[in-house]
């Protein structure tokens, strides 16, 4: 049996609505030492500019959770 420690799971952040408003939030968590994945990074941009309703969802490692809220909730106020 093998058992998963936290430092492989992630938890969602956020999810925003292009591609370069999560680029700019990643960038940030990034260079406080926080590994981030974007999920459905390229939707917007494979769809077009004129479809809108798709979301791309950040998300950072668990152990780095509270401090990427800290982070990224400095960042949107």
Do not use: R
């Not at 994945?37 to 004129?50: A, E, F, R, S």
């Amino acid at each position: 049996m093998e058992v998963k420690g936290i430092e492989n799971q992630w938890m969602h952040l956020a999810s925003v609505g292009s591609h370069s408003e999560a680029l700019v939030i990643c960038s940030k968590l990034e260079s406080a030492g926080i590994k981030t994945y974007i999920k459905d990074q390229y939707v917007n941009t494979l769809l077009g500019p004129g479809v809108s309703g798709f979301k791309i969802d950040i998300y950072v490692l668990l152990q780095d959770y509270e401090k990427a809220l800290d982070i990224y909730y400095d960042e949107v106020s």
